[in-house]
C-alpha cells in the first residue's frame, strides 16, 4: 500500500520516483492516478522524494482539480516552457530535459531517480534516452513489478472500502440485468421483446451499459456471451446473438469507480434449465473454486492454486493450459489475478513457468475465476468472485456475494 | 491517414513498425486501438512492414476479437513464452527480447524498425534498452510527431463519418440536457427538483452519463461547472453546486463512439437571462470564433490562428496567454486542437514558442474553442465546434451544428 512506498524505495536505493501523466491517457495511466486519486487531472508530472511528500507540476488551468489531490503544487507555467523552447532553439526534446533539470533543481532531487506511470513509447524511449545522456541523475527503469506495482500488491483500507463498493454497486447490475432477461417472454426457447422481436445480445449489453451509468460506474467493456461465444473466454458476444434458454451465457462484468477502482465478477447462467453436461461441468468448476478459495494463503506460491486447479481438471478428463499453452476446449487460462485501479494486477496466478516466484501477501486482493471451455460444443462456464487477503486475520475474505445459480427460472 | 502510412515510413527510411499494446491501457492506447478497430483485444503486438499488411500477435482466447480486425493473426502461444523463460534463466526481460527475435524472424522483419504504442515507462525503457543493446534490429523512436501521429492528423472519410456520428450523438445528450434543465421549476433563481431540494451539479453530471450510455456512447468525464468554476477551464464542477440562474455554466462534453472517435464540444449557457458583462464578453468570443473559422487554412501555421484570436482579445482589453504563459484572467488557452482516436492529437493551435511550425492539412479535424475567462467576476465563456477540412474542396466543414445561443429560456 502507499504507505510502504518509503521502505520500497529504501530497499531499492531509490532517492525520488517521478510518475509521468502525460495527456490522453487518463484514468488509464493508473500509476498516476494512483497520486492524484479521483481528481480530473489530464496531464502532469509527479515527484515523490524518499520520505516526502510528492509534489504535482499541474497545468495552469487545471489547478482546482489539481487542489483536490492533496499532493504539493507547482504550476508547470513558472518554467516558462516556450522561452526554453527558444533557447533549445525549436528542439522540443532538449527542452523537456533541460525543464526537468531546473524542476528537479528547485525540488532538490537528485540521485538515483525512478521512472513510472505510462506514455507512448516513443516520447518515453526518446526522453529517458535523452536524460541519462543528460547524466543530472540516474535514470532507473524497472521491467516489471517496479516500486508501485509492489506497493499496489496490498490495499489499505480506503482502497478495500473503494473496491467492496464497487463490488456491491456491480452486482446491482448483475441483479437487474438478471430481472431485465426474467421480465422478457419466450416464445419457441428464444427470449421475445414486445415489438415480438428478439432480444439480442447488443440490447442486453445497452441495458447494462444504461444500468452501470445510472449506478455511477465506468463502463470499461463487459463480456455477455452466449453459446459457441461463451466457449471462448474473452469474446465479448455478437450483437445479433438472439438470447435462447438452455444455452450458457457468460457474463462477466468489470466496471469501476467513476474514473477509480474495479470490481470484476463473472456469472454463468442457463435460462430455463441447464443440459445435463452443463450442469456437470458447472459443478466441477464450483468445485475448483471452492477448493482454490479454501487453499488460497500467502505463504504457497500462486502457480500452486494454478496447479490445484489443473489437478482437479485434468483428473476428471478435461485438458489443461498447464499441458498446452495453446489448449482452446478445457481449462484455458489462469485461476486469478490481483486488481485495483487496474482490471489486472498484480499477483497473477498462472503457471510456474510464466510466474514462478509470486506469492499474495496480507492486504492482497485477487479473483478466483475457474472455467471450462468448450466451443465446439457450444458452451462455456466461468464463475469469478473476489477475495481480499484481511491483513488483521490473515483469512481470505469474499468481496462478492452475488447468487451463483447457473439455472435462472424463467 | 492509414494510406499514408507506406510512404511516411518510407521518407522516414523504416523497414517496419511494431505498435506495442499492453494489457491494461485499452482503448487509450490509441495508435494500437488506429489499428485493431473497435475489437475488444486487450492486448497484442502488431507488426507493419513498409508495404505489407498489418499482422497482429494475440492472446488465444483473444481471437475471436483479433479476426474482427482484418489484421493477419498469428497466436502468441506459438511462442511457448514458458519455454523461453526457462531457457533465459527466469529472466522475463531476456525472454521478451528472445521472443522478438523470433517473432521478428518469422515475419522477416529487419532493419529500422519504429516502435509505437503506450506502455509503462518502465517496461518501454528497459525492453527497448535491451532490444537495442541486442542489434538484431535497428530501434528506432520518434519523441513526437511520429509516423503514426502524422498519419493520423488526416481523416479518410470513414473517420470523417465515425467523427460525424459521434458528434450527432453528442449534440443529442446536449439537447436532453438543456431540456432536462428546462424542466425543472425554479425559486429564488435556483433550480429545484420534484422533492424541493437544489437540482446539483451532480445530479445534472448524473443525467448527462445516463444520457450517453443510452446513445451508446463513453463518457470520458464532461466538465459542467457553473460561476466562478466556469472561469477555470479545466475545472470539472463541484458535485454539490446548486444550478442559479443568470450565472454562466460551461458545458464541455468529449464523449467518444465506444472504444472508438471522439466528438468535442462546448456550449456556454445563462438560464433566464445574462448579465451585461457576460453577454458583451459572448459576443466578443463569438467574433472570434467566426473570425477564426473563416481563416482557418491550410497554408498558414496553426500559431497564426492563435494569433488571430489574441489580437482581438488584447485589442479589447483582454489580457492572453500570449502576454503571460500563467494568466488566469482572460483569453488564458489555444484556440483548438486536433482530436480523433484521442481527445487531443495534432495539429495544436497554440503560441508560436510552443508550436512554431504546425499546419493543418486537407483532412485534417479541428476544434476552434476560444473563450474568455475572468474566476474572480465568477464567470467563464467558452465555445466549441468541430472543423473538417475537406479534402476535395479544400474548405472547412463545420461539423457540429447544436445552436450557439447563450440565454436558456426558463
Known sequence: MKSDLSCLMQERGLDALVVIGPDGLGSANTAFTYF??????????IVVKRDGVGTLVHATMERDEAAKTGLQLISASNYKMSEIIQQCKGDRLAARVEY???????????GR??????????????????LSRAEFVEVITEYENDVISQARKTKDAQEVAQIRQACRLTEGVIGETRDFLQRHRVADEILLKQDGTALTIADVK?????????????????????????GVPHSSGTPADQIRLGQTIVFDIFPRLIGGYYADITRTWCLGYAPDDVQAAYELVMKVHDDAAAAFNTQRFTYEFQDLACDIFEARGHRTVRQDIGVTNGYVHSLGHGFGLDVHESPGMSMKGLRPDEKMMPGTIVTNEPGLYYPDKGWGIRVEDDYWCNPETGEFECLTGFDRGLVVAM
Open 206 to 230: 445497452s441495458f447494462i451499459r444504461r444500468e452501470e451509468a445510472a449506478a455511477g460506474l465506468d463502463d470499461a467493456g463487459c463480456i455477455f456471451a452466449i453459446g459457441r461465444d461463451a
Open 36 to 45: 492524484t486519486g479521483g481528481a480530473h487531472v489530464t496531464n502532469g508530472t
Open 100 to 110: 526537468t533539470r531546473r524542476l528537479f533543481n528547485d525540488l532538490g532531487v537528485s
Open 113 to 130: 531517480v525512478g521512472f513510472y506511470g505510462a506514455d507512448s513509447v516513443g516520447s518515453t524511449f526518446s526522453f529517458l534516452s535523452a
